[in-house]
Each structure stands twice: as C-alpha cells, then as structure tokens.
C-alpha cells in the first residue's frame, strides 16, 4: 500500500477520532520546485496524487481570460457585470449587488488578491457568456497544456469533489502563465488592492510577497477539504524559480514550505533533472482526492491555529529566509465604475449616472454545489 493512500485512508477513517481525541493525524502535503526558464523539476513528493486545488483553480481562470485578452475578445477595460448568480457565492467576496460593473482589469486584481468568489464567477460569465461555458473552456485549456491529473467545475475552487488538480498539473499552469504572459505577472504579485470609500485595504493573502527575496507571486488557496495551498514563485538574478505547496495544516507552514523549497532550488544544480513534460507519473492513482476537512476544519484544528500567532493576533514565521515586511503593502485601487442597475427580466434600466447593463447571462445553477459548512475558503 502506497504512502500516500496510507495516509488517506488514516484521513477518512480515523478523522472523527482524531478530533475527539484533540491528537492531528499526519498530513499530506504533495510538492514540485520547477525552473521556469527550462521547465526542469527540481524537487518533487507526490506530485502526481489528487488534490483539491481551492483557489489555484483562479489561476485557471487568469489563463483563459489572459487567452480572451490575447485573442481581442475583450480588452482590460472591458466591462465585467455582476449577475445574480455570481453574487450569491459565498466568502471569500466582495459584496457587489447585481448588476454592479468593474472593468476587466480591476475583476482581475480582486479575484488574484482578495481571492474573491463571486468575482471570480463574473469574470467567467463575462468571458464565456455562462459559468458552464467558461469551465468548458477551462477544461479545454487544461486539456491542450497537457494537465492530465486535473478537471474544474467552477471558476473560483470552492468545493467540489469533481474540482480537482495535481502538484505537477498546477506547475504546469503556473509555468504556462508566466511564460506566455509576462505582461499580465503583475496581477500575481500585487501586494494589496484599495476598494476605495473608507473601505479597508484588502492585502494579498501570498505572506512571502514582500517578505522573501525576489517573490513575485503567485496565488494561495484553502478549503477544509485541501488545507493550504501555495503556489509561489521569486525570481533572482534573471532565474525564477516556482514551488506549488499542498496540504499544509496552516497559512504560514505552506509559507515556510514554499520559502524552503524554493531556496533549494535556486541553489540545485538542475542539469540532470527531469521537466515537466518529462517527469514520469507515480504513485496511486486515487480515484477521490484526499479529504483533509476531518483534520483541518475540527475545533482543536483551529484553536492550533490561533496558537500559532502571537499576542496581538499576527503569524509567527518560523523561517530564516522570511523577514518582516519593511513597508505597508502597496495598494493598487480597484473598484466598480457602475453601481447595480434596476434589472428586469433579462434586461437592465437605465438610472441617471448608472451604465446600462445589458444582456445579463441568465442565472445558472452551480455543479453539484456543497452543503453550506463546506463553502467557506479563506485563501
């Protein structure tokens, strides 16, 4: 029996127990360093086992839109309309009443800093014309990079069993983005967004961002069903270097981890290694990918959690290669450049100083949507 299904099957069987108990099973956590100039895998553990991307699944969704871009379907200032449908996800959001509209370019900020679900969901249907037809799209993409261990069933990643990613696909990806679309990498490593009105600055939830030598991006992610995801890239000296982080137990030991990993990479020598198109796929082959919620989302789980911050409520880092960031994040202003317009039907009135909206995508149902207790991703 594999070490990974080993420890799956600890997860589910065993989990009520632990958490009775107050004792943490042992996590998974698949890995992959990859340099992004050669593609060459520097350091890989599970990179192949299933896992629940959470909010990586929004680098998916930068992809296709960055593909609509390239394509002149749309442009940045392209307008981006929250419908009804979008506005119902739950947090991590922004708020926006129906009929609200942002451009493109300030949709792209929220959704890659704030992680935010409903804008997420806005962005694909302003894309695809539905959210269904934006994930086909999605997983059209998916399919053409050569990510074979994944599938999407929505833009933002909140659970669902059939949203799925490996360590190795989602490097693929992150590779792909900042490859074929240098233009756009300023969206990953944006330290933090301004919502305007007195509304608080919203800071991107990537903690090596300002912390690390030559971080740049590139998104974070967490759901009870994954844990904390990370995928994080630095460059230095004209090299970048990418780790993807799953599993971890906490927000800042995927910080850790991805510091670590990435640190060891700048420093391997990668002329014998493997790329990614190369690696050889191993491991189980599960057919459901690893459930961390009995593990991560237990009371004891989260009271650990708190135990991990200091006094006034801030992370404690235990890693030499993350300082103390030197600055307030910088804070790029977003915001809607329309209020919500009186909708009826499929159709939108005018107000004074209100953009019109129209051609609202009819509301869809999501996939297989989660029970409430699931939903809520903290990124």
């Not at 990953?188 to 007195?198: S, Y």
């Not at 270097?241 to 391997?268: C, H, N, S, W, Y």
């Not at 129209?358 to 207790?373: D, H, V, W, Y």
Request: proline content about 7%; overall charge positive; glycine content about 8%.
């Amino acid at each position: 029996m594999s070490r990974l299904l080993t420890i799956w099957m600890m997860t589910v069987v065993f989990g009520g127990m632990f958490a009775g108990a107050g004792v943490a099973p042992a996590f998974a956590a698949p890995s992959i360093t990859v340099d992004v100039g050669t593609g060459k895998v520097l350091s890989h553990e599970d990179a192949f086992a299933r896992w629940y991307p959470a909010s990586l699944t929004k680098m998916m969704t930068a992809y296709v839109t960055f593909r609509a871009l390239t394509s002149g379907q749309v442009t940045l200032d392209s307008p981006v309309r929250m419908t009804l449908n979008a506005s119902k996800e739950p947090p991590s959001k922004m708020g926006y009443k129906p009929g609200s509209v942002m451009t493109l370019d300030s949709a792209l900020k929220i959704m890659l800093v704030k992680s935010a679900n409903d804008v997420a969901v806005a962005v694909g249907e302003a894309i695809g014309g539905t959210e269904a037809d934006f994930v086909q799209r999605m997983n059209a993409e998916a399919q053409r990079l050569g990510m074979f261990g994944s599938h999407f069933t929505n833009p933002n990643g909140l659970h669902d069993p059939n949203n799925y990613s490996t360590a190795r696909d989602l490097a693929v990806l992150a590779t792909q983005l900042r490859r074929e679309y240098p233009q756009y990498a300023h969206y990953f490593g944006t330290e933090a967004i301004d919502p305007g009105k007195g509304k608080k600055i919203q800071a991107n939830y990537n903690i090596l961002l300002g912390r690390f030598d030559g971080a740049d991006g590139m998104k974070t992610g967490f759901v009870c069903a994954s844990g904390f995801n990370l995928a994080a890239s630095a460059t230095r000296n004209g090299r970048t270097i990418l780790a993807v982080v799953l599993g971890e137990p906490r927000q800042e030991t995927r910080a850790v981890k991805a510091a670590q990993l990435i640190t060891d990479g700048f420093r391997t020598n990668a002329a014998a290694a493997p790329t990614l198109a190369t690696l050889t796929p191993y491991g189980a082959n599960l057919a459901q990918a690893t459930d961390m919620r009995a593990a991560l989302c237990n009371q004891q789980a989260l009271a650990d959690r708190w135990d991990g911050r200091d006094v006034e409520g801030k992370l404690k880092i235990n890693s030499p290669y993350i300082h103390a960031m030197q600055h307030a994040p910088k804070a790029v202003p977003v915001g809607l450049i329309a209020g919500p317009a009186v909708i009826a039907g499929n159709k939108a009135a005018s107000k004074p100083g209100v953009m019109a909206v129209s051609q609202i995508p009819i509301p869809l149902p999501r996939p297989n949507r989660p029970s409430p207790s699931t939903l809520t991703a903290v990124n």
